[in-house]
């Protein structure tokens, strides 16, 4: 009887999926109520949206600049990320958000939620608790017409899987010309360190966000005429080693109240995370286009 649970339980599961964005609408997503049009020469959307990014896949499903924003974000402004209810949450772990200006080469952190994202504290269910996260956008966050939001984030139980969703913004009223944040962490995908099975400890595979270096980002006609998809955006990374992570700046991604206290990490990586598509190595190796 049990036997028969446990197969009913996996299959709810496999059909259900696991967590995705809902608003803003991610690209190639079929789930929302108002999705931007396909861009020419992509026949169909993603139905398996809630599935995590393959192990030795692209992290995006594609480099071609999306036609049409899914919304518009102000700077300075509280921004608000939502998720499609009844996906399985797998007890948490860590997710970011993090901003790219170049479709995807680059990314800094807006905001991240360590430990226990999608609940209020730890849990080894698969119901999450929370389906949405607000957080200040950073006032001087350029303006854009073609910014990108990257939601991704490692399960706390489970394979070792990374979850990686991507939507077009509009970003307005911003203040600067670019924003310095933390560089947005790839983990459990091919090139990069693997984070293990929490276990019980919610302190696993922390020292990868708490040390990584910071990413500066610039959005080409940030003065004024936003990034037209054709553009590619600036960045320069500061590739200081783990053991002595770089000095935050006003700049600093928020953290939700919901995130628990982060222990100081040992220095036991062989360099801070390069750029979005660059594998770890101690010197970042040249960016490459999402395929």
Same mark, same amino acid.
């Given at each position: #009887?049990?036997? @028969?649970?446990?197969?009913?339980?996996?299959l709810?599961?496999?059909?259900?999926?696991? #967590?995705? #964005?809902?608003?803003p609408?991610p690209?190639?997503?079929?789930?929302? !109520?108002? @999705?931007?049009?396909?861009?020419?020469?992509?026949?169909?959307?993603?139905?398996?949206?809630?599935s995590?990014?393959?192990?030795?896949?692209?992290?995006?499903?594609?480099?071609?600049?999306?036609?049409?924003?899914?919304?518009?974000?102000? $700077?300075?402004?509280? !921004?608000?990320?939502?998720?499609?209810?009844?996906?399985a949450?797998?007890?948490?772990?860590?997710?970011?958000?993090?901003?790219?200006?170049?479709?995807?080469?680059?990314?800094?952190?807006?905001?991240?939620?360590?430990?226990?994202?999608?609940?209020?504290?730890?849990?080894?269910?698969?119901?999450?608790?929370?389906?949405?996260?607000?957080?200040?956008?950073?006032?001087?966050?350029?303006?854009?017409?073609?910014?990108?939001?990257?939601?991704?984030?490692?399960?706390?139980?489970?394979?070792?899987?990374?979850? !990686?969703?991507?939507?077009?913004?509009?970003?307005?009223?911003?203040?600067?010309?670019s924003?310095?944040?933390?560089?947005?962490?790839i983990?459990?995908?091919?090139?990069?360190?693997?984070?293990?099975?929490?276990?019980?400890?919610?302190?696993?595979?922390?020292?990868?966000?708490?040390?990584?270096?910071?990413i500066t980002?610039?959005?080409?006609?940030?003065?004024?005429?936003?990034?037209t998809g054709?553009?590619?955006?600036?960045?320069?990374?500061?590739? $200081?080693?783990?053991?002595?992570?770089?000095?935050?700046?006003?700049?600093?991604?928020?953290?939700?109240?919901a995130? #628990?206290?982060?222990?100081?990490?040992?220095a036991?990586?062989?360099?801070?995370?390069? !750029?979005?598509?660059?594998?770890?190595?101690?010197?970042?190796?040249?960016?490459?286009?999402?395929?």
């Amino acid at each position: #009887m049990l036997f @028969k649970v446990a197969i009913l339980a996996a299959l709810i599961s496999s059909v259900a999926g696991h #967590m995705a #964005m809902s608003e803003p609408c991610p690209r190639f997503s079929p789930n929302c !109520a108002n @999705k931007p049009p396909l861009p020419a020469g992509v026949s169909d959307y993603d139905y398996s949206i809630k599935s995590p990014v393959p192990y030795d896949g692209p992290l995006m499903k594609s480099d071609i600049p999306w036609p049409e924003s899914a919304t518009t974000w102000t $700077a300075g402004q509280p !921004a608000t990320v939502k998720f499609q209810p009844g996906g399985a949450a797998h007890g948490g772990g860590h997710c970011q958000f993090s901003i790219s200006y170049d479709n995807g080469k680059t990314a800094a952190v807006v905001h991240e939620v360590l430990q226990h994202c999608f609940f209020s504290g730890a849990s080894g269910g698969n119901g999450a608790d929370i389906f949405e996260y607000t957080f200040p956008l950073p006032a001087t966050m350029p303006s854009s017409d073609n910014a990108l939001l990257i939601w991704t984030w490692v399960n706390a139980v489970g394979n070792r899987e990374f979850y !990686a969703n991507s939507a077009t913004l509009k970003i307005v009223g911003g203040s600067g010309n670019s924003y310095t944040g933390k560089q947005m962490t790839i983990a459990n995908h091919a090139g990069y360190e693997t984070i293990p099975e929490f276990s019980g400890n919610y302190a696993t595979g922390l020292q990868l966000y708490t040390n990584a270096p910071n990413i500066t980002i610039t959005a080409p006609g940030s003065s004024g005429s936003g990034y037209t998809g054709e553009q590619v955006a600036s960045a320069s990374t500061n590739n $200081a080693q783990p053991s002595a992570p770089a000095a935050p700046t006003s700049s600093a991604p928020a953290h939700d109240s919901a995130t #628990m206290a982060v222990p100081t990490a040992s220095a036991t990586l062989a360099a801070a995370v390069p !750029a979005y598509h660059a594998r770890i190595a101690p010197i970042p190796a040249p960016p490459t286009k999402c395929a």
